[in-house]
């Protein structure tokens, strides 16, 4: 909730985009809306696959289109990091892991900022190389106070 109060205190848009089975899907475009933003965070579907490599090529389409209206986007990825649906969205971990890797690449070769909060209940060390991958900032949500994330988001969007 902290990170949609600084966005509209900002006057930023924020898109939200689910990915779980085999496939990534836009909940909601960008908007400024609060209220619609809330109610799309919380009504986020869980469990199922997790095809980070299609998240991130959707997240990246979406960024272009924001980067053409003159817009510089920051992805804020929530994720263990344990990419196991490919980018064809299927099966198998170490394929759905290089595939997830591959588009963190291209994420950090357009210069877009990013943030990954590391889900998992003890990190692994899979959602910090994607965020290493992606040239961004990891957080593992075990430790994160509210403020640390804030203050994330602003090193993020300052980069």
């Known amino acids: 909730e ?25 909940l909601l475009p960008p908007t400024r809306s609060l ?26 389409e979406q960024a272009q289109a924001l980067q053409r209206q003159g817009i510089s986007p920051l992805l804020v990825m929530l994720s263990d990091g344990k990419a196991n649906v490919t ?9 759905a892991q290089a595939d997830a890797l591959q588009w963190a690449k291209h994420w950090a070769t357009q210069g877009f900022a990013s943030l990954w909060i590391d889900t998992a209940p003890q990190p692994t060390g899979q959602a910090q190389e994607l965020a290493n991958t992606l040239q961004g900032r990891y957080l593992p949500m075990p430790y994160v106070a509210s403020q640390r994330l804030a203050d994330a988001v602003q090193t993020a969007i300052a980069s």
């Open 87 to 95: 980018i064809e969205g299927l099966g198998g971990r170490t394929q």
């Open 2 to 26: 902290i990170l949609l109060q600084q966005s509209y205190c900002r006057r930023d848009s924020v898109c939200v985009i689910a990915f779980r089975g085999s496939q990534a899907q836009t």
């Open 35 to 60: 209220v619609r933003a809330k109610k799309a965070l919380a009504g986020l579907p869980g469990g199922g696959g997790t095809p980070i490599a299609l998240a991130l090529k959707h997240a990246s």
